[in-house]
């Protein structure tokens, strides 16, 4: 039986080694080299299909295929929401391998983040589900915060709270105009969950105290993903006293296993941010400076703070799986102890070495995701107008201007989006009304 765990194990590379030519084509823009890429690792996948296929529906929203891209986030979340429960059998399995073993239900951070994309995604067909989906990103984030101890346990997580969904709602309201009050609690909700938003206060004035648009105007809202977001990358860990209290009771409730005093470093995966070069995004309305894109969601910080207050129960859990693995060694040395057969008992040393070697860090992570979602309100006149986007640092531009034709309707919304993870433009620019420049 041992032989067989050791031998099911191996030669698997780890997610994160297949995720760097995905990366690598989308980053440099070679959008069908990132999907044929994709599409390749589907074809045998190592239970990260979920994760792929979020990397796909980045890939067709950056290409101006926001259906497909929806489509394909609404089969990653029905799998998610079912994964929510959790199998035994993969977690028993998990226990003799490795966390690859079950099936990857998403981080905390990609949960949230899968419903804000949805959002945009929707935005950019006509956003008749944008509502829906702007109030769940609030509700599952609620709900992730409750099951993981609650805010008098993790009380970091408050100060992550994702402004995307009031943001949107207040957006909706303020166009459709039938509950303006709703508007100010959503703009009040924004201010609170990210004070250090730039607009945020002038935002919640102008609801509180002005008509949405002026006559003859409409709202145009630049919204940008810029950077590049955290990947998983394996690591060597000594455990915390949280850790091995986590450890502790999972050895409790799966056998007749000891914690030892001191336990050797473990490989366990950790989240790595990435440094963001875009500051903001400058934006030009018909040859005009206009504003600057400020940053609503910092997806880097929130997947970090996110992921740390998972972190000690991922190193008990490798920690437990060390315990068990070495118990089940020692336990079969026994009997060969007793038979007296000194050969068996080596294969079965260098068995249980082999068997800890091939245990591997699940580094399954949505793997192009940005490092923040940055937007920018503008109030323009009705007709069409000429939108200019560029990339800049905090020293100045990192990139040329990518131009757009925006169309504005009186009263109405007009929603644009563009990924900038580095100095250029990934892709094209969508817009809700209007078309890109080529």
Known sequence: MLAFVILAVTGCASHVHRLHQIRDDFYVGNLSGARAEVERLLEKPKKDEDVLILDQAVIELADGRPAQAEKLL??????????????????????????????????????????????????????????????????KQSKLIESSGGLEEHPELEDVQVALGPYLRAALAEESRFNLDDAVRARTMVVSYQPAFRDGEADLQRAQHEVPTQPGHGALYVFTLTGRGP??????????????????????????????????????????????????????????????????????????????????????????RRIVKKGAVYAVKDVIEAQRNPVADIALT????????????DTRCWGLLPDQIQVLRLELPVGEHRLGLTPAGFSGPLGREEPAVVRIEEGRNTYVLAQFPDARLIGRILTSGGSPLR
Do not use: C
């Open 350 to 361: 260098l068995g249980g070495v082999a068997w800890e070697a091939t245990e591997k860090p």
């Open 74 to 139: 609404k089969q990653v979340r029905t799998r998610f929401d079912y994964l929510e429960q959790k199998s035994l059998a993969e977690s028993a399995m998990a226990m003799v391998t490795d966390d690859t073993a079950i099936s990857y239900a998403g981080e905390d951070h990609e949960k949230i983040l899968l419903l804000s994309f949805l959002a945009l995604s929707n935005l950019m067909q006509g956003g008749s589900d944008a509502q829906a989906f702007a109030l769940q990103i609030s509700d």
């Open 231 to 320: 990947t998983k990358e394996e690591t060597l860990e000594i455990p915390a006293q949280a850790a091995l209290l986590i450890a502790d009771r999972i050895l409790s409730a799966v056998g007749k296993h000891e914690l030892p005093p001191t336990v050797a470093p473990i490989r366990v995966p950790k989240l790595v941010p990435r440094a963001n070069r875009v500051a903001h995004v400058a934006v030009t309305i018909d040859e005009q400076a206009s504003g600057e894109t400020a940053t609503l969601v910092d997806i880097g910080n929130l997947a970090l703070t996110h992921y740390e207050a998972d972190y000690p129960g991922i190193v008990g859990r490798a920690v437990a």
